[in-house]
């Protein structure tokens, strides 16, 4: 089953930063300049981790993926935004 994550990072160097934000734009869809949300099995978090682990420098960047819960969650109701609004409800996760 997979669930929703929400991935953040703050990568110090500009090279670093591309290969991180490419990392994530395959895994998920971008909310703000540095802000992912997710949904990954737990081979795909796994995954994700571990190519995030090879590119980031351990000393000076940082990822943050938080489990938001699992695919039948009301996002509009675990997301919250101030201004600008992004209608996350159209980028719900569909299941076969």
């Known amino acids: 089953m997979k669930n929703l994550y929400l991935v953040s990072y703050d990568i110090r160097d500009q090279k670093r930063w591309r290969k ?5 734009k395959g895994y998920g ?10 949904y990954l099995s737990p081979k ?3 995954m ?6 090879n590119v ?3 000393k000076s960047d ?6 938001i ?4 969650i009301d996002l509009q109701q675990k997301v919250e935004f101030l201004g600008q ?11 076969i």
Not at 20 to 24: C, D, E, G
Not at 48 to 53: D, F, K, Q, R, T
Not at 85 to 95: L, T
């Open 20 to 24: 991180v934000f490419t990392i994530a």
């Open 29 to 38: 869809l971008r909310l703000q300049y540095s802000v992912f949300y997710c």
């Open 48 to 53: 994700l981790a571990s190519e995030l682990e």
């Open 44 to 46: 795909e978090r796994v």
């Open 56 to 58: 980031i420098d351990h």
């Open 62 to 67: 940082r990822v943050l993926i938080v489990n």
């Open 85 to 95: 609004k992004d209608d996350i409800a159209d980028h719900q996760a569909v299941i």
């Open 69 to 72: 819960g699992g695919p039948y």
